[in-house]
């Protein structure tokens, strides 16, 4: 069974840091490309970052210089840190992993929201 189990969001203040934290299990063996997407209210999903296995990375230009994107391939785990938070960052923030099949599978979100 693919899992994608995402952790770390929650409520924190403007310019403040949070570390989201995506374990995949049940597709590890073939996992591809590993990222972040949010999806904000009335607005579509997007694209924050992305990882190779290789470790290339990509980023949303609004996010460059203050998220982070990183990955343990032996534990099959992707994280984002996100520092100087603003409050557009505030979203449902996706994880999503694609095999080297071009199978896409996503995690069932996790809500950051950035507040005073």
């Known amino acids: 069974q693919v899992q994608l189990v995402e952790s770390g969001g929650g409520l924190v203040q403007p310019g403040g840091s949070l570390r989201l934290s995506c374990a995949a299990s049940g597709i590890s063996f073939s996992i591809n490309t590993m990222g972040w997407y949010r999806q904000a209210p009335g607005k579509q999903r997007e694209l924050v970052a992305a990882i190779t296995g290789g470790g290339v990375t990509d980023y949303a230009d609004s996010v460059k210089g203050r998220f982070t994107i990183s990955r343990d391939n032996a534990k099959n785990t992707v994280y984002l840190q996100m520092n100087t938070l603003r409050p557009e960052d505030t979203a449902v923030y996706y994880c999503?992993?694609?095999?080297?099949?071009?199978?896409?599978?996503w995690g069932q979100g996790t809500q950051v929201t950035v507040s005073s």
């Open positions: 999503n992993a694609v095999t080297i099949y071009s199978r896409s599978y």
